[in-house]
């Protein structure tokens, strides 16, 4: 056997007395069959010592701190899982030295986790009737608890390795971003799991003919609806690929995380087919046509781009471009990332050593190694610990019966190693390793970049810097937004890592530019310069004076922009200091993201953005309520309370505040930011709205908001559709205020802190840009002192397309009755292009002819009239140009 094991040997004879950091487990006679409380029996008092058995574990007991402010504020974590999506949800992988040091067998501490929302809560009293369903085609649909599942099925047990499809993503995100987030090489862990054969259930509820797949589906309500997906009927009913429900990981009972009480465990594919918190599964006729189903765990056309699979939805649909197989794929743990060795009185060898798979159940039958990327290569020697548990005849374990004698497949990840001599490490710049399995499926050489960015599976390549008496390795990536590796660092110097060689020059002919770059990508930074800076420098410009922010990584002094910032400069004021990657990059125009370069002052050095990275500003959970609920620098959680439809495709979604007595605290005319992410790659998406719930409401904010559904033809909007699809209960989060304007009232308006007295608006809107305008009306109207004159233009296509045209009319009646100051002083006209028959209102766009008519600035000396514009760019740019041909001027136009 290997040495590359030995470690975990030593681990496995203390283990071999009976284990007391592992929790009871039930036993494997029916005597007592409860599946919580069992004193006698120990889950691994069968087992031999020659197979692998689980590495100790400590099971969390503690809240981790960040934690404590998302949904999964009741579940004990392990510190040292890495998080890839910021917080919440909880996507982690433990560093890769970690995991391989564990041996074959990883702990649930270390498993690496892949939650897409917050994780369903089962208090241990309710396992046992943790109920699920079996349904769809077949002769006799039935439901079952756990406990039936645990009392009426075989028990098995057997290791299998789970693997995200996005493993080792970080590497594509570095090439060409993805729309996935950076896994490293550490998205794939192994543990012994305990369950009943998928094939055994199906069987009692028969299948019908014309049954060909098996969906299943979580009990985790997501954005887009429950998690499921599905695999192939016939390869659930093969007994070689080792379909399983799992109750048990390791011999305790599943965490939390990882499915607690009931989860599927597809062996040999990726990791997303092996759906948590199993409650249904449903036999059908097609593929599963769940929405994570289909916009996850595919490997598109490397020719697609993410602009053609966001506007092409022929993409998904496509059933060839689903993954279920593993690919090849191997990894180097040691050296590890940044390990050092000194030449001067290292040993003779070093071991270099990491881990392979292979998918669909196939077996690793070679890894080889070459130092002079690819010339020659050497056989390195493998160690498959899985053939020990075949070896064994079959003998009870975990609560499960083990018996692998009989299968050919192999589930499990193998470890290889391999000794070179010091003195050619020392010779060369990189070691590089690949895999191949059983059916000569070999890892390629260059990457094959796909919009999801998964299976990724070229040779893996550790780099050698030979510095002084010492080498220095690097590994390509670093996971999440941590910086380091070989990659990024070429990438920096100019390197085009698409070239076929690492990104290295080649010498000859120039190399081809890098197919996989996108053309079209604006650059926000100045290239020559070349200027690092702290993370305390850039603290100290966090104020008003010399606003400094973020955008990726690199630093921008706000100070020039302040005056001329259409979002006002507060918005800028209140990014001083920190991180504004997501929202600049949320909302800002190809256009706005040009003119950055002149703002453009340095690189954040890698420290300093390591602590950004880990430091979103978080509300104090313990501070006393603030009577206010948004914050210019904190986002905040508004938990969604109500939907309510007010035509086919506009709602009014009504978020709960923080307290019953709390107000939004946003001044007329303001907008706030509202934070989604997308359900798929948790990538932030952020848009601006203005609610149209009064500003002295308590408790609750409206926002109004037009989905933009996706048709055949064309993609729909990011953000309408996922808000459209959040459950109620959900949270999202909300920052502000932001825009330049605020309306204070009786005339008094301020424009980037400016103030100035008008007598009359001018207010023209278009579809949805009626609300931040709505609010202005409100206000004017509202108040019986305030008399300044509105003139609101309102254009729509058809009449159930006018949105807030009761509230609107209302208010105007409401002024026609009262006599005091300023009686008629509103006044809406709405226009439709499709006017339908009878229709008593304008009709056409909104043009110069009704802009002259309805919107002279008869009347009004300099200064005492103001236009305010909201809609669709095309709508904004006809009207600037009208209103400037009729005399406007255009510092009396502001558009939102
Ligand atoms: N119900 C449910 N099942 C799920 C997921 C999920 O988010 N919800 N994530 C899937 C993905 S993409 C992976 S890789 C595996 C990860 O399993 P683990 O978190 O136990 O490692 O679970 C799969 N099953
Ligand atoms: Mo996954």
Redesign the pocket.
Known sequence: MASVVASTQEETKQLRRVPDDLPPTPPDSDTNSDTEKCETDDALRYVDADVPLPPPTHEPTEVLEPDKKTPDNWLPRDPRLIRLTGVHPFNTEPPLSDLYNEGFLTSPDL???????AVPQVHDEDIPDWEFSIEGLVEHPFKLTLRDLIEQYEQKTYPVT????GNRRKEQNVVRKTKGFSWGAA?V?TALFTGVILGDLLRKAKPKRGGRYVCME???KLPNGY?GTSVKLNWAMDPNRGMMLAHRMNGEMLRP???KPL?AVIPGQ???R????LKKLIITAEPSDNWYHIY??RVLPTTVSPEESANNPKWWIDERYAIYDLSTNSATAYPAHEEQLCLVDSPPNYRVKGYAYAGGGRRITRVEVTLDKGKSWRLAKIDYAEDRYREQGPRQMCGGELDMEWRESSFCWCFWNIDIAVSELAETSDILVRAMDESMNVQPRDMYWSVLGMMNNPWFRVTIAKEGDYLRFEHPTQPALMPGGWMERVKKAGGNLANGYWGESIGGPEAPEPVTEAATEVSLTKDDLKNTITIDELRKHDKEDQPWFVVNGEVYDGTPFLEKHPGGAQSIVSAAGLDSTDEFMGIHSETAKAMMRDYHIGTLDPAGRAALASAEVQPDPLAAPSPLFLDARTWKKGTLHAKTSNSWDTKTFTFRLEHAAQTLGLPTGQHLMLRLRDPVTREAIIRSYTPISETSAQGFLDVLVKIYFDTAERKGGKMSQALDQLPIGHFVDFKGPIGKFEYRGRGLCSVNGRERKVKRFLMVCGGSGITPIYQVFRAVMRDREDATECVLLSGNRGVEDILCKAELDGLVRENESEGEGGKGKGRVLYTLTQAPEGWEGLRGRIGETLLREQGGREGLGEGEGMVLVCGPEPLEKSVREALVEIGWRDDEMLFF
């Open positions: 498993f690496y986790v892949r939650n897409h929302g789970l693997v995200c499809a998205g862990s979580g009990a985790d998690y995380d990882h499915g989860r990726i990791g997303g092996s759906v948590k918190w996850d765990n």
